[in-house]
C-alpha cells in the first residue's frame, strides 16, 4: 500500500496497519480481513477519492469483532468532515469505535467540535484526551488517537493537540466496532475518510507525514 509524501515519492503505509476502510463505494478493509456492513450510509466526495456519508440519523457501517482490531498498544486515523454541530444525546458521535472500547469520537464545540479518544475499563467507566481546539465544521481534518500503554495522545492536522496519562488499562470487553455511529445512536453527520487502525501507537513524525501525504498526493496508492 503506497502513498505520496511531501517531497511527492511514493511511500509506504506505516508498519502496523492492520484495517483501512478507504469508503471506495464500499465498506471493505482495503489491507485485512475487516469488512464492514453499510448500515443506510452514502457516498460522497471525500479527502481522497469517495468517503462515507452520514446523515445524523440512523447511519453507520457495521464491523464484526477481531481480536486484530484489540492491540495493546494502537493508533487510530480518520479524515473527518462534520457537516453539523453534534447535538442530542449522549452528546458525543462516533467517528471509529469499538462498543464499549476505544473510541475516536466528536462532542459538541462551539462554532466547531472537539475531537476525543476514548478507551473503556468496563462498560461504565472511560477514559479520555479531549482535544483543545475545535475541528472546523464544512471542511476535512485528520484527526489520530494513539495509546502506548502509558499515554493517549490526539493529534489534528499532523499536530499533536491533547494528552493525558488516564492510570489505567484499556479492557476488550468482545464488542464489534462501527464507523459513523452504531446501532444504538450516536451518529455522525457528514464525511468519514480512509479510516484506519494500526497495531502500534505512531509516532509524531509518522503522523504529520500521514497528513502531509493525504493533501498532497490524493491517489497514490496501489488500492485495487
Not at 33 to 42: E, F, I, K
Request: aromatic share 12%; proline share 4%; net charge neutral.
Amino acid at each position: 500500500m503506497l502513498f505520496r509524501s511531501g517531497s511527492g515519492a511514493c511511500t509506504p503505509a506505516p508498519a502496523g496497519l492492520v484495517s483501512w476502510w478507504a469508503a471506495a463505494g464500499n465498506a471493505l478493509d482495503s489491507v485485512g480481513t475487516n469488512n464492514g456492513v453499510v448500515n443506510g450510509a452514502g457516498f460522497a466526495v471525500g479527502e481522497v477519492g469517495q468517503a462515507f456519508s452520514f446523515s445524523g440519523t440512523g447511519q453507520y457501517v457495521s464491523i464484526p469483532y477481531s481480536r486484530s482490531l484489540v492491540a495493546t498498544n494502537y493508533s487510530v486515523e480518520a479524515w473527518v468532515k462534520p457537516l453539523a454541530q453534534v447535538s442530542g444525546s449522549p452528546s458525543q458521535d462516533v467517528i471509529v469505535a469499538q462498543v464499549y472500547g476505544w473510541q475516536l469520537v466528536v462532542r459538541p464545540g462551539t462554532s466547531g467540535i472537539k475531537a476525543v479518544f476514548v478507551f473503556a475499563t468496563s462498560t461504565a467507566t472511560f477514559h479520555s484526551v479531549v482535544s483543545t481546539s475545535e475541528i472546523p465544521i464544512g471542511q476535512f481534518s485528520h484527526v489520530v488517537g494513539t495509546w502506548d500503554g502509558t499515554t493517549l495522545r490526539l493529534y489534528i492536522n499532523g499536530v499533536l493537540n491533547a494528552q493525558e496519562v488516564p492510570g489505567a488499562t484499556p479492557v476488550d470487553l468482545g464488542y464489534g466496532f462501527c464507523i459513523g455511529g452504531s446501532f444504538d445512536g450516536q451518529c455522525f453527520n457528514g464525511l468519514i475518510d480512509e479510516a484506519g487502525y494500526y497495531s502500534r501507537a505512531l509516532s509524531a513524525g509518522e503522523i504529520q507525514a500521514r497528513s502531509e501525504e493525504r493533501r498532497v498526493g490524493k491517489e497514490c496508492r496501489s488500492r485495487w
